[in-house]
């Protein structure tokens, strides 16, 4: 069947209106101007910490006005293309306006998924903590394969990462590790990734090849603010410094400089050991558990809701993707059904399919709770 190009590109028009709506090209454009008189401070690396924010801010900021232009131009030559193609009856000037369009549609789709993140803390960093599970060693090593694909996925990005903590297995691989995604909208994109995720192969630890089912969990929480006034008494807090740790149990400091949180009251527990000293881990420990606080508290409010509006079916299950790559080469999400015949690229951080098909497919279970309360 021929390609419909008028009806396309009049779909491609309308989503991009609504793109534009949702960002708000004036809010970017005063966003840009604001950040660019705070980049022109004469005093602005005095604080090069607060300075890095505001330059990697503007950037972000210049970076996706220049994206939604770019893309309402790339939809009019698109157009012109069509035009062209069609009163001068080339088939090749069609098959590349094709070409196009499919590749114009890919754009404005990840654009799209942009205006559904509309979550209460959708717009903050990210802080993802992954666990191994049960499996023994393939799940430590399980965990450490996920580390590297979330951090693989925000390099391809440009997105700065900072891990906080990892905590080492005997044999190999991770008991546990901690990590920062610091750009807008990383809780956003990355909270659809939370959950737990299976890894089938034959176990490269197993001396008799027998296929091994092993598991990690994921857990994405939003970066604290200032603005949030999550306050602990310290009266609530457990505090114990040992010294940081590498691979196999080995000491990588000679200082007590590592530090654990302990709430109390919740038990929620928090190490952080990659920073140089006591005093920066112990800030970067409370402001994780800052941030696992408000979720919490968000947590509970949510549920309060859902008693109240009764059960709510297609709720996220214990496990929500599952890695395959003995018999079969297969990586499959279990919630969007989105799945892809190559591991090696989704380890590689190739998951940008995988996280717009979970954004989607939670607007899909946000909007049928609001149905079910209404009715």
Do not use: C
Not at 62 to 80: C, K, P, S, T, Y
Not at 92 to 110: C, D, F, P, Y
Not at 223 to 241: A, R
Not at 336 to 342: L, Q
């Amino acid at each position: 069947m021929a390609t419909d190009f008028p009806q396309e590109i009049r779909a491609l028009r309308t989503t991009m209106a609504s793109v534009r709506e949702v960002v708000g090209l004036d809010r970017l454009a005063l966003r840009i101007a604001d950040l660019e008189s705070k980049a022109g401070a004469p005093n602005l690396w005095d604080d090069p910490e607060s300075a890095q924010k505001v330059t990697s801010n503007l950037s972000r900021a210049i970076a996706e006005r220049d994206r939604i232009l770019e893309m309402d131009g790339r939809i009019d030559d698109l157009e012109v293309l069509v035009q062209l193609g069609q009163e001068e009856e080339d088939e090749a000037t069609m098959a590349e306006a094709e070409r196009e369009l499919i590749s114009i549609g890919k754009a404005v789709g990840e654009l799209e998924v942009r205006t559904l993140l509309a979550g209460e803390y959708d717009e903050r960093e990210a802080v993802v903590t992954i666990r191994s599970g049960a499996g023994g060693v393939d799940a430590a090593d399980f965990a450490e394969m996920l580390l590297r694909m979330y951090l693989r996925w925000a390099e391809r990005h440009g997105y700065p990462t900072k891990v906080l903590d990892t905590s080492y297995a005997e044999e190999a691989g991770l008991k546990s590790a901690t990590f920062e995604v610091n750009v807008p909208y990383a809780y956003g994109n990355l909270s659809v990734e939370g959950g737990t995720h299976r890894l089938v192969r034959i176990s490269p630890f197993d001396n008799q090849g027998r296929r091994q089912t092993s598991f990690a969990a994921v857990e994405v929480i939003p970066l604290i603010e200032s603005t949030d006034h999550v306050d602990i008494p310290e009266n609530e807090i457990k505090v114990d410094v040992f010294r940081s740790s590498g691979p196999g149990g080995q000491s990588v400091n000679t200082t007590d400089s590592a530090v654990r949180l302990t709430h109390i009251p919740t038990g929620i527990v928090v190490s952080m050991q990659d920073e140089k000293s006591q005093i920066q881990n112990r800030a970067a420990a409370l402001r994780v558990l800052q941030s696992r606080l408000l979720l919490l508290r968000r947590a509970e409010e949510a549920a309060t809701k859902k008693e109240l509006a009764g059960d709510i079916k297609a709720s996220w299950g214990d496990q929500m993707r599952s890695y395959v790559l003995q018999p079969y080469q297969m990586v499959k999400d279990l919630r969007t059904d989105h799945e892809v015949g190559n591991p090696d690229k989704v380890f590689d951080g190739d998951i940008d399919d995988f996280i717009e098909a979970g954004i989607r497919w939670r607007r899909g279970q946000e909007a049928d709770a609001r149905e079910t309360s209404l009715s």
